[in-house]
């Protein structure tokens, strides 16, 4: 097993290389232009923005800014935001916290609405209550997040008052009171995320269990005269949960780059806000660092899930 | 199961661009933003601190707060709260004593002398930064310093030019000496872009520091508010400067200035739910617009004329592909525009223009932006009124028919016209903007009416508005583009930029604004007039004839005189007074709210 993650490891190297390059020469020949905003501003003529041009070193060609970008990287270096001026990785810092709270809560919020609604409705296939569960996943896997999140601000921000929409990230939880204020103003994306990750999940953990309950070993489970909540429980949801372990890991990714409409649209200062931004921008290091460590992230939980698999599942060997 | 990934992944991104597309913002012209004359009325009203929290919304962020390093409008009001200029721009475009300056220099008070070359700008006394240290002399020399550096990249450079020297002539007096007589006299120290940095403060930053440092995001200056805290491409908080010149402003206790979002929430925030008290830009459809401030209690809507004209630019040269090399270049006439018949067929593209039903069913006649067949719009003082009787500003389809009919411009088959086996096929590019895409739709069927074939095309703004790329607007390989830009107070610059010297082309990497390729010497002769003469009016008179020449030779096609401010704010809020020639903030000092 040693072995085995020692060479994944080794071959991940050649891979977020090849990636960090095809990302870098996408970003290089894109069309587009950091200095756009000045375009139309007729106090900054062509010339003046020429020389920020040059004072960002893209007067160089695109493989030079890589193979720099690239040595930077090794040293743990992002290099600077075009806009911001700012080391990128403390752009990443500010925003890592906004994104875990409100995507990171959703996920773990998804999962554990997920678990029992699969079970259940697995259990009590075509039920009302599957017939139900089911209805609601197919509407938060179909409906999209910008629609869902949109009907939500209509809903309670204009017409109700309840929560506000636009996503304050100066608010410092201290007390009771501002832990209520940091709830009325996450809840709504994290309902929006929570409801496509649990209408997925929940799906998935039901057909799962729907493989498992006829199988042998159940019936010689139930026949051994175990309670059904056991046989169930301990069982057939145990058995159905390996490949969904794997699945909410390799979901952990998606967790740190953030969610880029969902974060836009309820003005949550994540990680996915300052990719979408950076894109528009042009602000090359900025996409290129998100993108890249999302890559590193990628790569490692796919590790990460092969490794459980057979953690959890003593049937499967790595050699 | 990881392919579901990748799909939801996927969708994500298609959705993501999408809504980029959706909101990406339209080119706004003029630059800096506004500020307006009563701003005294509140004075004395209220108190220091008197107020709460003022919430302010930017549907773009602000990225960074030193002006002299920003990207972008957002940059320069957010950090106008903190650093100010010698003076405003008043909504007249003359100065406004609102900054740093005592008073301002005229050639009636001595300050401006008596050959336009020398201004003589007079510290307010015993200026204080928020730090507490003195203001001085040296802080706006050295701002001057900082913004001519070369290696610094200070995109107000352009502020510095023609400045020969800037002097302190003693602790409280900067003599600025222009290198020619100019009526510009007033150029460097007013108005957005001309901050005062503070010596002791970026002395550190300057060449090729300037950039990477840390103290353009904490700037120290003279405004109303100081830096509380700032994150960037999120928000910026700020508290009372306890060294602010007047003892009884500013009214609110701290201001929140958060970016992000789209237009269309924000103007709900502003009308609908009242969560904040200034939303800027909402640039929002009219009709929706429209229903949101006539619904609202809690909002009013501000919107201001400005000098931004969107207009259809003609291309004099030749876009075809089969050029190569020399596509586009100037010396390449374009076949139908700018061939023997070139008059004529501009001018018919331009009696089919029905710039009426532009302004009125997309800018809500009047709320976002009002129909015009004038280039040079935002001072009354310079806008031609002659330009309505040209007959390229009337819409008369069946002049244009006629005209075309009457030159030989035959219909074929297809309905286009030809002569001589040129089709009128036009390319009509613009920006990825649905207010813009309406308006290439009505202008495509006008067109099409008289006879020109239109095919059209759309480009991100990032990249239209860019000289690398050839679906930008500067190559300009297409027939005609749309876009909207504006004058500074400084009209000559903007008139210069249809002068043959500024001819965008290859031999200058297309780093110039006639990208029209249009050369016309008695034009160069007018403008090179204007820039020798130091009369005002004189200057404004001779802007008028520069505008009909453009107009009346189709070079452009003006449609809409769009409103560079269109924010919001609510009822409670006073004080607020914009104008199209400086930052919105530009006296944040004097607003107020009443119960």
Known sequence: MGRYIIRRLLIAIPTLLVISFVVYAILALAPGDPLSQFANNPNVPPEVRERIRESLGLNQPWHVRYVKWLIALLQGDFGYSFMSHLPVIQLLKERLPNTLAVVGVAYILGVLLAVPIGMISAVRRYSIFDHAATTFAFIGFSVPTFFTGLLLIILFSINLHWFPFIYDSTLKVKDFSSFIDQMKQSIMPIIVLALFDTATLARYIRSEMLEHLPLDYVRTARSKGLMERFVIVRHVLRNSLIPVVTLVALGIPAVFAGAIVTEQIFRVPGIGELLVRSINDSDTPVVAAIVFLFAVLVVLFNLIADVMYAVLDPRIRYA | ?595
Not at chain 2, 203 to 230: D, Q, R, S, V, W
């Open chain 2, 1 to 595: 199961m990881e392919k579901r990934y990748l799909r939801r992944g996927l969708a994500l991104a298609v959705t993501a661009l999408v809504a980029l597309a959706a909101c990406t913002p339209a080119p706004s012209g003029g630059g800096s933003p506004s500020p307006a004359a009563s701003a005294s009325a509140s004075a004395g009203g209220f108190s220091r601190g008197q107020g709460g929290e003022l919430k302010i919304l930017y549907w773009q962020a602000p990225t960074i707060l030193n002006t002299h390093q920003a990207t972008g409008t957002k940059d320069y009001d957010a950090a106008r709260l903190i650093m100010e200029p010698l003076a405003s721009w008043g909504i007249d475009g003359k100065p406004i004593a609102n900054g740093l300056a005592k008073e301002i220099p005229t050639l009636e008070n001595g300050g401006v002398s008596k050959d336009f070359t020398t201004v003589t700008w007079k510290l307010i006394d015993g200026l204080k930064w928020s730090d507490g240290t003195a203001v001085t002399a040296d802080d706006v020399v050295f701002t001057s310093k900082y913004m001519a550096d070369e290696p610094t990249a200070d995109p107000n450079s352009d502020f510095m030019e023609g400045v020969k020297s800037v002097v302190a002539t003693n602790p409280t007096t900067i003599t600025v000496t222009y290198a020619e007589p100019t009526s510009g006299y007033y150029k460097f120290g007013t108005g957005g872009g001309n901050e005062v940095m503070q010596k002791a403060q970026f002395e550190k930053c300057l060449g090729a520091k300037a950039t990477e440092c840390p103290e353009n995001l904490k700037p120290i200056g003279t405004g109303p508010y100081k830096l509380t805290e700032f994150k960037s491409g999120d928000v910026v908080t700020y508290e009372i400067n306890p060294n602010y010149r007047d003892p009884k402003k500013p009214y609110f206790k701290t201001v929140q200035f958060k970016g992000g979002g789209d237009a269309l929430s924000a103007a709900r925030a502003v009308f609908q739910t009242g969560d904040v008290d200034y939303g800027w830009n909402l640039q929002v459809e009219a009709p929706v617009l429209k229903s949101l401030i006539q619904g609202s209690a809690k909002g009013d809507y501000l919107g201001k004329a400005s000098s931004n004209v969107e207009r259809v630019n003609i291309n004099f040269s030749n876009p075809d592909p089969a050029l190569g090399d020399k596509r586009s270049e100037p010396d390449q006439k374009h076949p139908f525009f700018n061939g023997p018949d070139g008059k004529i067929v501009r001018q018919a593209l331009a009696m089919a223009t029905d710039r009426t039903t532009v302004g009125k069913e997309l800018y809500g006649d009047g709320l976002t932006g009002v129909s015009t067949c004038n280039q040079f719009m935002g001072n009354p003082a310079w806008e031609s009124k002659s330009s309505a009787n040209l007959p390229v500003c009337k819409l008369d389809p069946a002049a244009a028919n006629k005209l075309l009919d009457d030159n030989g411009w035959a219909k074929g088959s297809d309905g286009v016209r030809a002569k001589g086996g040129i089709k009128l096929k036009i390319l009509f590019g613009t920006t990825v903007n649905a207010l813009r895409q309406k308006t290439q739709d009505i202008l495509k069927k006008n067109w099409e009416a008289v006879g020109f074939s239109v095919e059209l095309r759309s480009v991100s703004a990032g990249v239209f508005f860019t000289n690398t790329s050839n679906d930008g607007a500067n190559k300009m390989f297409y027939d005609v583009t749309m876009f909207t830009n504006g004058s500074t107070p400084d009209i000559t610059s903007y008139a210069s930029g249809w002068t043959t010297k500024q001819i965008a082309q290859k031999s200058n990497n297309w780093n110039q604004t006639n990208y029209h390729r249009y050369s016309n010497p008695t034009y160069d002769a007018l403008v090179d007039q204007m820039r020798k003469e130091t009369d005002t009016n004189k200057i404004n008179q001779m802007a008028i004839q520069a505008n009909d020449i453009i107009v009346g030779d189709v070079v452009v096609i003006p449609l809409v005189n769009r409103f560079q401010v269109a924010s919001g704010k609510s009822k409670t809020l006073q004080g607020t007074n914009l104008n199209p020639w400086d930052s919105e903030m530009w006296n944040i000092a004097d607003w107020y709210k009443t119960p």
